[in-house]
């Protein structure tokens, strides 16, 4: 109840600021969205009117929804890789293995990693589902179509998709403990663990929401 009263108070903030300078926010534009699974009474929030509440927001092209599992977000990029893949089909009578590989690069695998450090699946079902479009898509080349995937992923030499995501997030993981990214943003966000039982030592934990100053 007390987060819930200072965002009511820093809405009540910012509709004085949108008086005095006049410059008013859109009512039906402005949703709020809550996330976790605490059983919790929701009285809602009012800026100029009632706002109304969301299960799920686009913002920077990935759709959060309220219990962070991006389900929405996949299936709309699955989607419309698949629908790319479709015209690649339609487009090409005969796809060769040295024209596949840019082809799925640039047009069809940039929508299956655009910001999956945020909506990475972690269920063997999503995993399975996103990693199914390169499957569907190898083949479209006549002479990998008969192959189990596996060996079309040794012929093309192209990572699996999962492989791909795995990489990213330890790409990331390095650029914030060594503070390439914004030290603002991610502070904290790992902390090296206190037992460290490994040959080489250097391992990480995540660092909790009590840590971060979030519960």
């Known amino acids: ?17 949108t008086e005095k300078w006049l410059l008013g926010f859109h009512p039906q534009k402005s949703r709020y969205m809550r ?31 309220d219990k962070l599992a991006f389900s929405d977000h996949l299936s709309e990029k699955i989607n419309k890789a698949n629908k790319i ?12 293995p040295a024209v596949f590989k840019p082809l799925f690069t640039a047009l ?6 655009y910001a999956n450090q945020v909506w990475c699946p972690h269920l063997v079902k999503d995993i399975e589902v996103v ?3 390169q499957h569907r ?13 596996e060996e079309r992923l040794r012929k093309l030499n192209p990572p699996t998709l999962a492989y791909r995501r795995s990489q990213g997030n330890q790409t990331e993981t390095y650029k914030i403990i060594t503070g390439i990214n914004d030290s603002n ?6 902390k090296p663990r206190e037992c460290n039982t490994t ?15 979030w519960a």
């Open 1 to 17: 109840m007390e987060d819930c009263t200072k965002l009511q108070e820093g809405l009540d903030e910012l509709r004085g600021w």
């Open 35 to 65: 996330t976790g699974r605490t059983p919790f009474e929701d009285k809602g929030y009012k800026m100029y009117t009632g706002t109304d509440r969301t299960g799920a927001e686009k913002d920077i092209s990935v759709v959060t929804d």
């Open 85 to 96: 893949v479709g015209f690649i089909r339609r487009s090409i009578v005969h796809l060769e």
């Open 108 to 113: 069809v695998r940039l929508h299956l990693e």
């Open 131 to 133: 990693e199914n479009v």
């Open 137 to 149: 898509a190898m083949k479209l080349v006549p002479s990998l179509k008969v192959l189990p995937y």
């Open 185 to 190: 943003c991610t502070e904290g966000l790992f």
């Open 199 to 213: 040959l080489h030592g250097g391992t990480l934990r995540k660092s909790t929401s009590q840590e971060l100053g």
